[in-house]
């Protein structure tokens, strides 16, 4: 009996070792499609930020905002090192760590969720552009309809009143046109175009006209449906009351027909500023969509301009000490920090191009063209292995300039979403556009770049009396650096000009 336990429990082990083969060289098949499926997208994606560079380079000149996206996609996908985390992943596959394979791919999937919508964007961007001149256009033709309703109400207010039937088509032509808009914003806004009870020749039906016990209430309610937006519920008030005032021009009822035009003059204009406030909005969008961008851009710059200042400062250090690195070694570390140095610079030009293509902020424009020349410096003096207090404090003003304009994008951040949520009004019909930097922010701006043209003055004065006392030195480079200063000297000068003037707005 013994025996034959053992003879069925080795049968027994036999089965489970042979299914437990089985098991194991299927898991073994199943991991290695895996590995490969992660290589194949491994190596997809270093395509993909093929693609982009070379459709960055090629849009260059012909979609400069197209390319500047694109380029900062790169960017993005560097600082995360993608393609190098999608090799960690292929590595942990092979090795069969899955754990680990789970939450890189992961995290992986995230960043690439963001960086889909940081290329989508550039759809909403052209989206809102389109949007904005629409509702500008809807705008301009309001406004036309508005002042031809007016001016016959004027000459409805200084006609006799058997005169008045002349009026009727004036009436008309003002309605029609006024009904070519209405459908128009429908057609905008998604909706079907309501009907206006006419035939085809533009003439009323042979309805009974209305009468004058028809209450307010009545004609409301005959005019507006939930359905309808608030555009175009107001739209159908103003079609209601022209429809009226021809009716009462037709009756030689000048009281009558002076309410209505009157009562249509008020619903346009109301109309007009609901059109002003989608304006309004789409703008406000527009603006969290550059200051966003731009905080994200300026909080990079200025984090990695501060780990170098804070390397440079400790080879400052080393080298006034007695334990100096050696001169192939301090090489190799500011040439690293020229390296580093030159990625915010590269950050600094995608933000000016963000900063241009809004055009309102020319005092931010000009703060960051003075911090770009101080860290293009930075890089040269690093270059050449230039470590010294005079390249600490040119790291300081970058430093500096850059704490100031990320505090004005923060605050003017806040300033858009108190707007956004109704907290600041806009005036009444106001039609300027929100600049992305506030007047005040950009004069505490021009403040700090007077101030540090007149550090640099006095930097470059000390600096050319020590080359006078050497007659071999090399004057260009300081030279080069004053033409800079002087050019941005008479900008500031014409930013204040044209800031005291209004042109910048």
Known sequence: MARYFEVVMGNMLLRFS????????????????LTDKQRSLAGRYTQLEQILFRLSETSANSNPRQAALLKKALLESKDKLL???FETLVNALERRQFSDAVGGQAAIAQDLLLLLKLLESENRTEQREREKEQIKE?????????HNERVL???THQQESQNLPTLEKNQRDIRTRTQTLRDRIAEYEGQSPQSDNENESGESSDQEPSTNQESETDRESATESPEQSPTQRTMQKVMERMKQAEEKLRQAEKEGALEEQEEAIAELQRLKEELEKILRQLREEELMQTLDKLESRFKRMLQLEQTIRSQTERLVNEIEGESAPDQRQMFIRADRLAGEQQSVVDDAEAALLLLREDGTAQAMVESLLQARFDMTEVKNRLERTLVDTVTLHIENAVIDALQEMLEAIQVAMDESRQRQEGQQQAQEGEQEEEPLIQLLAELRMIHSMQ???????KRYDAEIQKMQEKPEADLNPLRLAVEELTRQQNRISRILHELRTGRTR
């Open 83 to 85: 393609i190098q985390r």
């Open 18 to 33: 042979l299914f437990g083969l089985i098991i194991a060289f299927g898991m073994f098949l199943q991991a290695q499609e």
């Open 451 to 457: 101030r540090r043209v007149n550090e640099r003055t």
């Open 153 to 155: 109400k004027n000459q």
């Open 138 to 146: 809807y705008i301009r033709e309001l406004e036309e309809i508005l």
